[in-house]
């Protein structure tokens, strides 16, 4: 390896929806693991929902694998998997008494289903994959558990938001102490699995980091039509982009709750890019604060229409919260995203967001409360002169901390001592 470069390695990857907007982070990885060389396969529990997709997958050159979302709708293809199965019945057993012990602990259909899956997996992986690699601690990594078991094969994890914080600690622990290993993305959550773990050095932290070889260099913030906007008329309106789904940990109820909160002289217009079920009932809390006119809602989108709302707005902001089910977000991608492009940035100091941003010095950090965040945002639309000095000390922050190089060097690192060659 004193090249830089791999020995050959063989990878079936699993995922749990592919492809997916909201995980460019996914992408970003399979994309750099088959630019070193890796020949990747890719098992998908779920078809896409997204009707669109970025330039990203497209380069991504790996089969797919599309498993049975739903046991009856493929049950024969569930059948021939079982009775292929059969072949090694010692492997079947202690797979299926695996699959027990866990379903009397969680009895749902949902864990039934995992089992089918993990059926149609083992039997259809070719004979000789030598490891699964599965992205997500919870789902993903219960279906590639119980397939590891079925082909006497091993299997290792990346983990990283609600996969961490949602799955049960008893769950958790046992797929810990069998993973060959497993990387997170936040030091938080590496924290968390390490408690777990009866061998923490199992457990590796590896952010994501970004490949900025995809964008753009940032715009010049200093000059150009837009760039001094302090909010004083509606001509110096200022343009505040969000970019996340539309559900509980983003925090959005209490973002609308504080943009009504600023004072009425102040001018602005929200721009949000990103779809999710809490859509409709936000629309309704926009019209009830009497926001609706400054609001701009473009839905799911790809990324370069992101990036080019990016590079046209003043302010990004990501008002991440914990959710009521434990469910939170880990490090955003969407916030070196903005970074990238020298965007002055306001979130929370929720999760690991941290990590990347230091208040006061890459953005402006609040609680996760509307009061908090409407004096953060208030002290940002006003002064043009701090936006420009965030956005330039986050992208010095993105690019000397937190690149995408070293994550994969480590990944890879970690799948060549693991993987049988």
Partial sequence: MRDGTVPPLRLAVVVKGYPRLSETFVAQELLALQERGVDLSIWSLRHPTDTRRHALHDRIAAPVHYLPEYLRQEPLRVLRALIRLLARPARLWAAAGLWWRDLRRDPTANRGRRFGQALVLAAELPADAP????????????????????????????????????????????????????????????????????????????????????????PDRRDGPGRRRDGSAPDQAVEILSVGRLVEKKGYDRLLDALAALPAGLHWRLVHIGGGPLGPALRAQAERLGLADRLDWRGAQDQATVIEALRHADLFTLTSVIAGDGDRDGLPNVLMEAASQKLAILSTAVAAIPEFITDGEHGVLTAPDAGAIAVGLARLLADPALRLRLGEAAYGRLRADFGMTAGIDRLLRRLTDTVPA
């Fill in 131 to 218: 490891f699964l690699y599965v992205h997500f601690l919870h789902t993903p990594a219960s279906v590639a558990r119980y397939a590891a078991a079925l082909r006497g094969i091993g299997w290792g994890f990346s983990a990283h938001a609600k996969d961490i914080w949602t799955t049960p600690d008893w769950e958790t622990r046992e797929k810990l102490a069998e993973a060959r290993f497993g990387v997170t993305c936040t030091a938080t959550g590496a924290a968390h699995l390490r408690a777990l773990a009866t061998d923490p050095r199992r457990i590796e932290l590896v952010y994501h980091g970004l490949d900025l070889g995809r964008f753009p260099e940032p």
